[in-house]
């Protein structure tokens, strides 16, 4: 956005009951806290409880310098200063500019509406009625409306000009062949970066002697091989912290990042990471939950583990919940919970389990929803369907 499309967003945001979102691909995520949420409803009726904040919070936190235009909902549209409900934000715009004299730069909105309130299970565009089974396909419709950069093959709009790049791939029709070779390149730049790293490398990189022989490289990996196949030279670099040694450099700041790097630590499996966006990326991929009981000895005690098993049918093994002092098997975490409880004195806190649980058990080759009886046939569908029940 523009230094006026900002601000213009930032009144919006400050006046109006906008709702921000930033769709993930296959979740949503709450503008202001980050929050993952599997289902729209619920993504927006947790965005309204948010204080907003002053202008300068606004500009500073929520859409800095760079921010690309914001995707809002519509749906329940009303003026912070008069609880007037309006149908878009050029109409709203229009009454905080003549009735509260607020002051809009001569400039685009800073963002892209959608009426995110589902109907009959679709999305509808407020713009031309349509209807879309899917946020996906809705979203990609909206470039026709308010698209900003224009295909110049076919007419299509789209919101910036990373989507625009994307789209003109589409339109390429003509192949780039390598003379040398039988690499085939959509792009006659991707064929001279070809040409020459692989076929003119040696005339245009200095080549790497080895300083035993008369040999000499294009790479310095292709050179240390050599070393170690031919004469048995081997380099390793130590950790200045454990003094053990590893074979290459990556593989000493990999090591060092995950077992002598503090800064950002999982929870779950104790490796680090330098930056947060590391380990939240990090934390998505577990597939094992474990809760401990938080007693002196709470190691004797595993209320519940899930495995996630790839095999190679594809297929998922759950293990059965269980009760380590009784070995009694149980079927929910509630019940193992009263049981532990009652029967083995285990202090629980008031607190949530801290865990997700899924029945991992295929019927049919479906996996099974064991709260609503829903049936999916991916994990990552029941994992999305799975959020209902424990955002609520």
Known sequence: MTIPERNNAAIFLLCTTVRPFTFMGSSFKCFFCMQYHSEIGNLLEHTSSHEIGDETLVLEKYIPKGKRTLQVDISKLKCRLCDQLYPNLDTIRNHLKTEHKKEFSPAGNGMTEYNMEAKNGSFVCHVCDKKFHSFPLFNSHMNCHVGKVVCENCGAGFLNQHHLMKHKESHM???FSCKKCDRVFLKNSQLKYHDEIIHKGKDRVKPKKCQHCSQTFKEHY????????????TKSFSCHVCKINLSTRRALTEHTTRYHTEKY????CSKCFSIESKLKQHMRGHTEITLLLPQPDFKRFIITKFKERQAKTKSFEPEMQYAAECNQPFSSLKEIKKHLENIHNIGFTDADNGMIAFNLEMINDLFTCHISSKSFERFFLLNMHISVHYLQ
């Not at 292709?222 to 030279?233: F, N």
């Not at 630590?265 to 779950?268: A, G, I, Q, R, S």
């Open 265 to 268: 630590k999982c929870e779950v």
């Open 222 to 233: 292709s050179k240390m091989i050599h070393l170690k196949d031919v004469h048995g030279i």
């Open 173 to 175: 029709t003509k192949k």
